[in-house]
């Protein structure tokens, strides 16, 4: 059973970073696509970044260079390095594992 955990959201103010990870268990790491996803209050969960296995990736339009993803299968763990906040970011992050598993989220608040 693939679990995912995420951690190092926060509140930040616009213009600061945050890098969130996301800890795999419980499948082979690196064999799969992974990525973030993100959920606004009242608004549709939306894609923000995916990694392949071989490290392609591929980023939501509003991320404009702002947000890097990375894994390291070393550690069975996905990134999310977050610069530029606006507080347009603020949102619960979900990692996400190919083709329907998910964490539980991160909340990331940006304040103006």
């Known amino acids: 059973q693939v679990q995912l955990v995420e951690s190092g959201g926060g509140l930040v103010q616009a213009g600061g970073s945050l890098r969130l990870s996301c800890a795999s268990s419980?499948?082979?790491?690196?064999?799969?696509?992974m990525g973030w996803y993100r959920q606004a209050p009242g608004k549709r969960r939306e894609m923000v970044a995916t990694v392949t296995p071989s490290g392609g990736t591929n980023y939501a339009e509003f991320v404009n260079g702002r947000f890097t993803i990375t894994r390291d299968n070393t550690k069975n763990t996905v990134y999310l390095q977050m610069n530029s906040l606006k507080p347009e970011d603020t949102a619960v992050y979900y990692c996400?594992?190919?083709?329907?598993?998910w964490g539980r989220g991160t909340q990331v608040t940006v304040s103006a």
């Open positions: 996400w594992r190919i083709p329907n598993s």
């Open positions: 419980g499948s082979i790491f690196g064999a799969e696509t």
